[in-house]
């Protein structure tokens, strides 16, 4: 197992060289997906909260990294610009999310689901309508200095991307994964053995939000435009928890090989068939069969299982 | 005077339209656990299939409201058998995802066939708003509009009717004691299945119809199906899942503060209203303004 993931890993790596241009663009999305999957993976698989508002924490890096780097003041720092825009998108993220999980956690199960998903839709209004800092509808330009090819930003994404899985994994097998399973197996027991909740709720939230808000200053650097629709879309949030489902949640590899499935479906749909009624239509009517067809996603379902190779990956 | 009660006209029959949607949501919910994220695409389904059928195929307005009620029965059982009966065996975690999920590629699949076979087939311009002219109705030196009235008079019947329904059929009986305490349900020998083909066929036709009314006095366009989706949750949730009556003040609540905002802020501030007021109720009041939550 080890030598299919370092392999696969190091594959990806050297991919780049064969690829095209636009096939690295849509590599370089998938990790960006795969990034908020897997953070989005955290908060279902192990802490067992559904959290629609994955995509907050993307639009708000995308926003705060790209109105920074349009500071006159901030561009005279030189290299330390990245450095300042990207730390400063991250704390935002974070500190939204820690705050965020006082009044979230209060909730559980539809209502957690909701009140995550209204996040995406309340920054969407702020980036709206406080057209002064946001550009509003218009959007907001990356200024061209600043712009980062798809070739370092596949790179990037790669390493993001790993990182963000190697999270997930090291959740699997540590105390504090398995503080956030008690927790996702019983609340209340979970805190008569001594676990302080809430910290470990917040702790839950914050980690899974800051891959993301990389994620988002990535994208933004590198489309060199941001708009609400783009960086705050809905399907922001509610892709990356499609594409864990569909993998399995609560599994290391589940949201990999859901964000991958996705995305080839999404690619051949938009890109290569290119039929007479509008691609979305298919790709909605496949999303609602995954969901009524593979209830515990592909990880979790028995012909997986009868794959020698693909049971590994399953196990963990 | 005349200007605020304008705005309370459109406000309540704004937000009668959003009870109404909140409603038939509520009901299914509290019932089935099933969250039907395509709720808001069949309303505009309805408006649409109004639209062509009193406009473009020219029929009695009435006729258009029969044709159309049998029409989304029809995608109601398809609804019901296809998606809510596969989910309905499944754990709580698993169902509520499931259903999201499904019934959210489902409303993609929904608007983008309606907004692309409306603008190849019926108009280019996708929007779609009803002919039928309402004379304005003049009250004691108001002049009020007569779409909007209508759509008042459509809620408060239809309301009604599901209170009625509720309260005094067997099967609206039934359909409070699935919510209330579903085993205790079973344990009388009623049929879930049934009784959510029933729940799921009212709610869809009821929907779909409310979006025939609401084209009369709004236009609407074919991608508006799933922001009316969360439109209608944060009724819900204003009131509580499960709780109708209290539906009902919900809406008509967040229709007056939404028309309110957009007179006196602007238009852009209008959605943020219902945001910010679901957000502050679901962290302060979980259970709904009105108490009785579904957990």
């Known amino acids: ?84 825009a990207a730390g400063s998108a991250l704390g935002v993220a974070a500190l939204f999310a820690a705050v965020m999980a006082f009044p979230l956690f209060r909730l559980k199960g539809l209502y957690f689901a909701i009140a995550t998903l209204i996040l995406i839709f309340l920054l969407q209004v702020l980036a709206l309508n406080l057209a002064e800092l946001t550009g509003g509808s218009y959007g907001l330009y990356v200024p061209p200095r600043f712009f980062m090819s798809t070739f370092v930003g596949y790179y990037l994404a790669l390493t993001l991307a790993v990182a963000a899985v190697a999270v997930n994994w090291y959740l699997s097998r540590s105390t504090l994964g398995l503080a956030f399973r008690c927790i996702k197996g019983d609340d209340h027991a979970a805190g008569s053995i001594g676990l302080d909740l809430m910290r470990y709720k917040i702790l839950a939230l914050v980690i899974g939000s800051l891959p993301s808000a990389a994620a988002g200053v990535l994208f933004a650097l590198n489309s060199g435009f941001i708009d609400p629709n783009i960086a705050l879309g809905v399907e922001r949030s509610l892709l990356p928890a499609l594409m864990a489902l569909l993998g399995g949640t609560g599994t ?39 969901a009524l067809l593979i209830p515990d996603g592909l990880m979790r379902s028995p012909w997986i299982k009868r794959l020698p190779a693909l049971r590994r990956l399953a196990s963990v | 005077m005349a200007r605020g009660l304008e705005l309370v006209i459109s406000g309540l029959s704004l937000g009668g339209v959003y009870a109404l949607l909140a409603f038939a949501m509520s009901l299914t919910i509290s019932t089935t656990r099933v969250l039907n994220v395509a709720h808001g695409v069949f309303f505009v389904w309805g408006g649409a299939f109004f639209v062509i059928l009193s406009r473009h195929l020219g029929l009695h307005p009435v006729l258009s409201i029969a044709l159309l009620t049998l029409l989304f029965f029809f995608l109601a059982l398809l609804f019901e058998w296809g998606i809510v009966r596969t989910l309905l065996g499944r754990s709580v975690h698993l169902l509520l995802v499931g259903s999201i999920m499904a019934t959210f590629g489902l409303g993609l699949s929904m608007e983008s066939a309606l907004g692309y076979s409306w603008v190849t087939f019926v108009d280019p311009y996708p929007v779609f708003s009803s002919s039928l002219v309402m004379f304005p109705v003049h009250l004691g030196g108001v002049s009020l509009s007569g779409s909007r009235l209508v759509i008042l008079a459509f809620v408060v019947v239809t309301v009604t009717a599901f209170h009625l329904f509720l309260q005094r059929t067997f099967l609206g009986k039934g359909a409070r004691a699935m919510a209330q305490n579903f085993d205790g349900f079973l344990v009388i020998g009623l049929n879930p299945f049934r009784l959510s083909l029933i729940l799921f066929s009212l709610a869809i036709v009821a929907t779909a119809i409310s979006g025939a009314f609401y084209v009369l006095a709004v236009p609407l366009d074919p991608y508006q199906g799933l922001p009316l989706t969360l439109k209608s949750f944060t009724v819900v949730i204003l009131a509580g899942v499960g709780n109708l009556p209290g539906t009902l003040v919900a809406g008509a609540l967040l229709g007056l503060a939404e028309v309110i905002t957009s007179q006196f802020f602007g238009t852009v501030w209008a959605p943020a209203v219902s945001l910010a007021v679901l957000f502050l109720v679901l962290v302060f009041r979980p259970t709904g303004l009105f108490g009785k939550g579904l957990d």
């Open chain 1, 1 to 84: 197992m080890k030598a299919l993931v370092l392999g696969s890993v190091a594959l990806l790596g050297v991919l780049p060289f064969a690829l095209s241009s636009s096939w690295l663009l849509v590599m370089f999305l998938s990790f960006l997906w795969l990034i908020l999957t897997a953070n989005y993976d955290i908060l279902d698989g192990f802490l067992g909260y559904i959290n629609l508002g994955q995509g907050a924490f993307f639009g708000l890096g995308a926003y705060v990294a790209t109105v920074l780097l349009n500071v006159p003041q901030m561009q005279e720092l030189g290299v330390l610009t990245y450095v300042v």
């Open chain 1, 252 to 290: 290391v590899f589940g949201p990999v090989f859901g964000t991958g499935l996705i995305r080839i479906m999404e690619t051949i749909f938009f890109h290569y068939l290119h039929l007479p009624v509008p691609s979305m239509l298919f790709f909605g009517l496949t999303l609602m069969l995954v």
